[in-house]
Nanobody
């Protein structure tokens, strides 16, 4: 099970920190991703982190502004979002990747599991 939290309303230029709490599987063995979907748009892969947290990847649209991390002792993944832009507004989902393999899939159904998502709104 994956449960996202931390979404909300932020002003342009502001920050939010999303969390993804995992349970029911060996979290430390799986790469994890964040995927977002804005109303009327297709899903967009945002970022991914390897199983041990040593390797991270970002979409060009968020590189330099977002930071993905994980705490395997707490079975939790994070997404620190800084300098938010209106185009970052979307529902953000965390997704369980393949065993020890970092992927950049945009479609949630390709992942082993995903959460209900947390809404991020960026507006002044």
């Amino acid at each position: 099970q994956l449960v996202e939290s931390g979404g909300g309303l932020a002003q342009p230029g502001g920050s939010l920190r999303l969390s993804c709490a995992a349970s029911g599987f060996t979290f430390s063995g799986y790469a994890m991703s964040w995927v977002r979907q804005a109303p009327g748009k297709g899903p967009e892969w945002v970022s991914a982190i390897s199983d041990e947290g040593l390797h991270t990847e970002y979409a060009d649209s968020v590189k330099g502004r977002f930071t993905i991390s994980r705490d395997n002792a707490k079975n939790t993944m994070y997404l620190q979002m800084n300098n938010l832009k209106p185009e970052d507004a979307a529902r953000y989902y965390c997704a369980k990747g393949p065993w020890r393999t970092l992927v950049k899939w945009s479609t949630l159904q390709e992942y082993g599991a995903w959460g209900q998502g947390t809404q991020v709104t960026v507006s002044s």
